[in-house]
């Protein structure tokens, strides 16, 4: 008896494989970590895809949804499209402070191959440096108040969760703005298409 494969399933696999293969070997810039290198973390069929400037700096295995930052990411994302799925996408590979533009943009061609290959329905920058690499076109604040629509993707921009001060409730203020602006856009889209 032959088991049921999904073939869209498998070269998802296969091309993640060859990804994270380039990944390890990268020495596109001098940015380096004694923390494992990695883009993605989450849902591969992610419907909404979260830019941050660089991975969360865990051990081996501990999950940035656990961090009190990204546990918020799944509050975001329902906000945004009820019932998605999430994912985290690193505009640089090595974990670390900030990173600078220039190793944003050496990691550019991985993270946008990662984009290419889960095509997510949203992409949402968070914090300034990470919508510099999503959007370099448009400043931090007119990112935020005008998501757009780039080859059949909502792009989008709020603060991100470790940014906001102890306390703040999950979306409040202006996130909860940010994010209904997002989803305004993801809206509009929905019905130009019935």
């Known amino acids: 008896m032959k088991l049921d494969v999904d073939p869209g399933r498998a070269e998802l696999e296969r091309q993640r494989r060859k990804l994270q293969v380039a990944l390890a070997d990268c020495k596109a810039c001098p940015r380096t970590s004694p923390h494992p290198r990695y883009l993605w973390e989450g849902d591969p069929r992610a419907a909404v895809v979260f830019l941050v400037a660089a991975p969360h700096p865990g051990a081996p295995g501990v999950s940035a949804f656990a961090a009190p930052g990204g546990s918020l990411l799944p509050v975001y994302a329902a906000t945004i499209l009820p019932g998605s799925s999430t994912a985290i996408l690193a505009a640089t590979a090595c974990p670390g402070p900030l990173p600078k533009w220039s190793a944003m943009e050496a990691c550019r061609s991985l ?73 305004g856009c993801v809206d509009s889209i929905a019905n130009r298409r019935l």
Not at 142 to 159: D, I, L, N, W
């Open 111 to 183: 993270w946008g191959k990662y984009l290419e290959l889960h095509r997510p329905r949203v992409v949402v920058a968070l914090g300034a440096r990470a919508h510099d690499a999503l959007r370099p076109q448009r400043s931090f604040p007119e990112g935020r108040a005008k998501p757009e629509v780039v080859r059949g993707v909502v792009m989008g921009a709020t603060y991100h969760p470790a940014a906001l001060p102890p306390g703040t409730a999950a979306v409040d203020g202006a996130v909860r703005a940010d994010l209904e602006r997002i989803r």
